[in-house]
């Protein structure tokens, strides 16, 4: 389906090809005046000078052929008439086309709108598979604030891609095969050094059931990775046993799959919280076998050279202003690395999917790396040129003092507690506000909590910092997630109450707009497609989260300059209920695909 843009400028372009100008010239844009007009046309002004005539008099002409072409009402057209576009033209030196489109025309755009299944929005031609890695939570560490980002935004993406049509995945990318994982062995070795998985003696069947638990485990890995800072030899045994549980040791293997359930079954538990899920929940360990094979075939092929003891592939180009160091594949011990591992996961996607893109959300701070490591997969054709890599690098998020956010004593914030609080604060303003069971408030602060906190997030360019502030995010005003919920919620409300009148909600009866708060707000419904279409294709979140903020507030002025519900003439009072029905359904649409939802009360 046309945007209302492109179909205004189709019949526009009708109006410079009659009056004998290049239809092309007819593009019309949103008025950057719009206290004068809503839509205009510089079309007169750009071909000024090809047709050698005066900007106002190339736009006088054509404002003169829409009116004799019945596309722009003219003193005896009634303005109800459903040919006519355009309800106001005026040529204004020094050549401008101020417009505003017809209330008919407008209403007929939006039944069409309301008719297609996506509002609108076009999907791409032939949408195939796109991998999403994002997550990227390492195990046996909890998750904490620098975790939401990379989750909020990789799950909205996904759903904004199946919006779109594409076959999605979702990979969560776990970092499960790090140092990490030696310092919970050995912290774990020396607080219970019995376990059978210490002894390399054992030959029996390893028990199944973990000898720790998730806060155990938790407890275990920071002061594990404290020790290894201070002390020199303790980290060379954290090393060690990393390298053994690499290369295969029996115990360790045992011991590292217990310590992947435990930290597996509480990490789905974090996500679930967020609403946010994998289709794959690999992780680093995922290709381990496939390394072998590929440095092999990196070497055959002459991609890669031993550099001081160590495998590289050179990734500079001739045209970097910036030095792009060789990708290394191999450490000069033989051990693989964290580019090594993101290579072969590369080359499992591709086999596995052939995906036409792969997206990583990942901190910004990592884009330098994933330059290296797609131009590595490009060189080496582990990647051919149909397969786009792309980097969605976030900021990150920082606390009132503008660095990154803290709990209030200092430490580290862990997510769970940030989701907590946020909910805890949402209940207390739910409370304030209306009186309400404490189930019920807590039913409600729950949910309305994960929007506040996923909305606060979203709303900001994923490449930009920003400052956590729990009071504004949580907010029932301003640019925030509870004030889209409780625009949702107000019009469930008054739908609700018409139904109790015995009116049936009909989406299909909308009327033309009676005013300008109307008509905002349907131009406002009109444009959802293809706001849609560059948010996908900029892969920004943050532009729905523009779009529903301004939705919200066009609907919320249209409700407070109109009488719906005591509306005396049936045939407006169905078009109002029709535009909440609208609205309704585009704004939980939109925050379908950002990834939250809307309670029936709040
Ligand atoms: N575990 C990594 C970290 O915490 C993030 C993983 C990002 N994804 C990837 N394919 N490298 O920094």
Not at 16 to 30: H, K, N, S
Not at 191 to 220: C, H, M, N, V, W
Not at 274 to 302: C, H
Not at 468 to 497: C, H, M, N, Q, W
């Amino acid at each position: 389906m046309k945007s209302l843009l492109e179909k205004l400028s189709l019949e526009m372009g009708k109006a410079f090809e009659a009056a004998g100008y290049d239809a092309a010239l007819g593009r019309v844009t949103i008025s950057n005046r719009p206290d004068l007009c809503e839509y205009q046309c510089n079309g007169a002004m750009a071909g000024a000078k090809q047709y050698h005539k005066a900007p106002i008099q190339i736009a006088g002409e054509v404002a003169e052929k829409l009116k004799e072409l019945g596309l722009a009402a003219d003193a005896e057209s009634g303005k109800n008439d459903r040919s006519i576009v355009f309800g106001d033209v005026a040529a204004i030196p020094p050549g401008f086309l101020n417009l505003k489109v017809s209330e008919s025309y407008l209403v007929a755009y939006l039944e069409e709108t309301e008719r297609d299944p996506k509002y609108g929005m076009n999907q791409p031609e032939n949408p195939g598979t796109i991998i999403i890695d994002y997550g990227g939570a390492n195990v046996a560490k909890p998750l904490h604030v620098g975790h939401i980002r990379s989750a909020v935004i990789g799950e909205a993406v996904k759903h904004m891609m199946k919006y779109a049509g594409y076959k999605v995945i979702g990979d969560a990318h776990l970092g499960d095969w790090g140092l990490q994982m030696g310092l919970v062995i050995v912290g774990l070795q020396d607080r219970q050094p019995d376990l059978p998985y210490f002894d390399p003696d054992f030959k029996g069947e390893y028990p199944y059931i973990a000898p720790f638990t998730i806060s155990e485990l938790e407890e275990i890995y920071p002061a594990s990775s404290a020790k290894s800072k201070e002390d020199p030899e303790y980290k060379a045994r954290a090393m060690e046993a990393t390298h053994q549980l690499q290369i295969g040791n029996r115990g360790y293997r045992a011991l590292w799959k217990l310590i992947m359930d435990v930290s597996l079954t509480d990490l789905k538990k974090n996500y679930g919280a967020l609403n946010v899920d994998f289709e794959l929940w690999n992780g680093e360990s995922s290709v381990q076998d496939r390394i072998p094979a590929m440095v092999q075939y990196m070497k055959d092929g002459g991609y890669a050279y031993i550099s001081e003891g160590a495998l590289v592939v050179d990734v500079k180009e001739e045209t970097d202003t910036k030095e792009v160091p060789p990708c290394m594949i191999l450490k000069s011990d033989g051990a693989s690395l964290y580019n090594t591992t993101d290579l072969a996961t590369i080359q499992e996607r591709m086999e596995l999917y052939h995906p036409e893109q792969i997206i990583y959300v990942v901190d910004k701070r990592q884009s330098l790396y994933f330059e290296q490591v797609f131009r590595c997969a490009r060189k080496t054709k582990l990647v051919g040129p149909e397969t786009k890599l792309t980097f969605l690098g976030f900021g990150t998020m920082n606390g009132a003092d503008g660095k990154p956010f803290k709990t209030r004593e200092g430490g580290v914030m862990r997510l769970e507690k940030l989701i907590s609080e946020t909910k805890e604060e949402m209940y207390h303003k739910i409370k304030e506000g209306r009186p309400v069971t404490d189930e019920e408030a807590h039913e409600t602060a729950d949910q309305v909590a994960i929007a506040a906190l996923k909305y606060g997030d979203l709303s900001n360019q994923a490449s930009k910092d920003y400052v956590f502030d729990i009071d504004r995010f949580t907010s029932f005003e301003g640019d925030t997630g509870p004030y889209i919920l409780y625009t949702i919620v107000r019009i469930k409300s008054i739908l609700a109450k018409y139904a109790e009148q015995g009116g049936v909600p009909d989406r299909s009866r909308l009327t033309p707009a009676k005013n300008d708060s109307e008509k905002a707000l349907q131009m406002q419904l009109a444009g959802f497609g293809s706001m849609m279409e560059s948010a996908i294709a900029e892969i920004a979140p943050h532009r729905i989260c523009g779009y529903i903020y301004d939705l919200a507030n066009a609907f919320n002025k249209f409700y407070h300059e109109t009488q719906i519900l005591t509306e005396e003439d049936p045939v407006r009072k169905e078009g109002l209920i029709a535009m909440l029905v609208l609205t309704r359904d585009i704004l939980e649409t939109a925050i379908d695909v950002l990834g939250f939802e809307a309670p029936e009360r709040m």
